[in-house]
């Protein structure tokens, strides 16, 4: 008898201790793990399926963003910086590529009082600061004076034409054969591969035609399609070829639709990249718009007559933006057109002065043309459409990740016209001024007939404070997805929704643990293969043209440190320190190096606590090791 209750209490604790782990970790049926710790997506009856979001930002997620050392320095000049500082952009930009980057423009702590437009128009340059707060005396202000010309930009990063990638290469358009090419695939056939090989990039076009404007319903805007008719939803997408076998080709990252030989009839070209610019950055700088005093931006009819956007990366690839401020704007903190493989990381913008009314207050702007945009770490206030897609069909694959709102009037959404495959994970919206601020969904006559303004779209594991609501539809032909959200509501009906449309695809409202937490660094990590533990992360070493770099020891060091490395082949070795924001400090010659291992150590002399960075320069190539010392 006593042997039989303690296997009754025995089974019943194991029961609870289930209990207990289901009710914290769980997963959704349409993306789980397999037995070998697999992502595996759920396919429904029309081929609609979670797509992999893990190819946005900086060179596909695939290397960091680059350690650019600085090559020229500048202070701030009484009365108006723009020579100043475009001067000095201009003057590294005729530096040649090493690797793709020329180096970084340091601009000293100070205020850079700002008339006109700064222009970063060539690659490889990074424009630096030295911080990003309101202090003047710790941080670089680039303050934008004026409104002339009216509503202007203050800093355009890239080729400056909002193209579309509409330059072909002559001769290279062939049709594509493969009768539907499903959401999240990279493989199809095509017609003529003559002409084209592995690294080419291309461009894919899904046109409109009379069938698939029908199949979609003209959009889902409730009385005027008209736009539609036009260009409103041709699907664009910019790839790199990976893998060609016979006809078939392989694309670097995936497509966002549905592609319907049936509705209508795909192609592609070989894209020209004809002014197009790479390996831009914007780091540690804050850009602060004047406006009028006391104006805020609490303001329904506050003031626009001064710059518009703070930041726009326009005809731009591989670039990036970080550990920066972007203040008083009328629309966007960053806007972002003809771009590719963008990371947005650490940011800020915030307090947004305008009328509170329509294309205003986009804090981070994903406009016509942009795809694979990554923004992470970043932080909004006072905005309508904070984390946003306003460029229709030709904008898809964009992530927001681990991102925070504040006093929004608005949603964060596709805002019109078919955007694709968007992201929002782990976001975060505390005391929200708008019943909703999540929405994939029918957006009918709003705007200029917005219609279906997202689709194939995903708010992950997000949290919507203060009793407001998260918007899911589907689209024909598609779906949109709510997995593991918290909210008064996660709903896709009337009268919470504006128009009467199926609901999307809601799984795990308000229920906490959803596995994976982050469905875009689970997928990275899949796609990566990188290692999980801390333990793994920091015994991996780093290759780069025959070189091994082991992690320093000590780490964090006071006196002296020693870094360790090993060579494939004979190589001259050459080690600079920099400090976190790319001063050269100090430069340690090796010599030559034989086969095998060896070290280097770095003495602190007279450095001060703090970040620095180790380059090993390896003829054209680097490995960089981050070091930290406390004194």
């Known amino acids: 008898m006593i042997k039989k209750l303690c296997l009754i209490f025995f089974f019943s604790i194991m029961f609870l201790a289930d209990l207990s782990v289901a009710q914290t ?12 710790g697999k992502l595996v997506y759920k396919i429904d009856s029309e081929g609609n399926r979670i ?88 941080s670089t202000i680039i303050f934008a004076k004026g409104n002339t010309p009216s509503q202007r ?138 406006i009028p005093v006391n104006d805020v931006p609490t303001n329904s009819n506050g003031n626009e007559a001064h710059a518009w956007q703070a930041i726009e990366m326009v005809q731009i690839e591989d670039a990036w933006i970080k550990n920066s401020t972007m203040i008083h704007f009328g629309q966007s903190g960053v806007m972002t057109s003809t771009a590719t493989r963008i ?37 909004t206030r006072y905005g309508r459409h904070d984390f946003v897609s306003n460029g229709t069909a030709s904008v898809s694959g964009c992530v927001f990740y681990n991102n925070i709102s504040e006093k929004t009037y608005s949603s964060s959404e596709g805002h019109r016209w078919w955007s694709q495959g968007l992201l929002f994970d782990n976001l975060t919206y505390n005391s929200p001024n708008m019943s909703y601020v999540i929405g994939f969904y029918n957006r009918g006559d709003y705007g200029t007939s917005h219609g279906w303004a997202a689709v194939h779209s995903v ?35 009337t009268p919470y929704a504006p ?37 793994e992360q920091m015994g991996r070493s780093k290759y780069s043209n025959g070189l091994k770099v082991f992690s320093n020891y000590p780490n964090p060091f006071n006196s002296s440190t ?25 430069t340690i010659d090796q010599g030559e190096k034989g086969i095998g291992k060896h070290s280097v150590q770095i003495n602190s002399g007279a450095l001060s606590s703090g970040n620095y960075f180790c380059v090993f320069n390896l003829g054209s190539d680097t490995a960089v090791q981050k070091i930290v010392l406390l004194k």
Not at 28 to 34: G, I, P
Not at 208 to 213: F, Q
Not at 503 to 510: A, L
């Open 25 to 36: 970790s769980w997963q959704s049926e349409v993306v789980t793990f397999d037995s070998k």
């Open 51 to 138: 797509p992999d979001f893990s190819y946005a930002g900086y060179k596909n997620g695939e290397v960091d963003i680059p350690f650019v050392p600085v090559v020229k320095t500048i202070s701030a000049i009484d009365g108006d910086n723009t020579v100043n500082i475009q001067s000095a952009v201009d003057e590294v930009g005729k530096l040649s590529l090493v690797n793709g980057i020329r180096g970084a423009l340091l601009l000293k702590t100070g205020k850079y009082e700002v008339t006109g437009t700064i222009r970063i128009n060539q690659s490889g340059i990074v424009l630096r600061g030295e911080g990003d707060s309101e202090d003047v005396s710790k």
């Open 153 to 290: 930009t203050v800093i355009i990063a890239g080729g400056g034409s909002n193209n579309s990638w509409s330059s072909q290469v002559a001769g290279t358009k062939t049709n594509i054969l493969t009768d539907k090419i499903y959401v999240g695939e990279k493989t199809f056939r095509v017609e003529n591969v003559s002409g084209y090989k592995v690294g080419d990039n291309i461009i894919i076009v899904h046109p409109n035609s009379s069938a698939w404007l029908k199949a979609v319903d003209y959009g889902g805007t409730a009385t005027d399609p008209g736009w539609a008719t036009t260009d409103g939803l041709t699907i664009l997408y910019n790839r790199f070829i990976k893998k060609i076998s016979g006809d078939t080709i392989t694309i670097d990252a995936p497509v966002f639709n549905n592609l319907d030989r049936s509705l209508s009839q795909s192609y592609i070209y070989k894209y020209s990249r004809s002014g197009l610019l790479t390996n831009i950055g914007i780091e540690n700088l804050r850009v602060d718009v004047e």
């Open 343 to 379: 990371t947005i990381d650490n940011c800020k913008a915030i307090d947004p002065i305008s009328i509170i009314t329509g294309e205003r207050r986009y804090n981070f702007n994903m406009y016509r043309a942009s795809q694979l945009i990554l923004v992470r770490n970043s932080y």
């Open 459 to 493: 708010a992950w594991n997000c949290i919507v404070n203060g009793g407001k609501n998260i918007i899911i539809q589907k689209p024909p032909t598609a779906q949109n997805y709510a997995i593991g959200c918290s909210a008064n509501l996660v709903t896709g009906k």
């Open 499 to 535: 128009y009467s449309q199926p609901e999307g695809y809601i799984d795990g409202t308000n229920f906490p643990g959803l596995n994976p937490k982050s469905l875009y660094l689970a997928q990275l990590n899949e796609r990566l293969g990188e290692p999980t533990s801390v333990k």
């Open 562 to 586: 020693t870094i360790s490395y090993e060579l494939e082949n004979p190589l001259s070795v050459k080690v600079v320190l920099y400090d976190s924001i790319g001063r050269k400090m100090k």
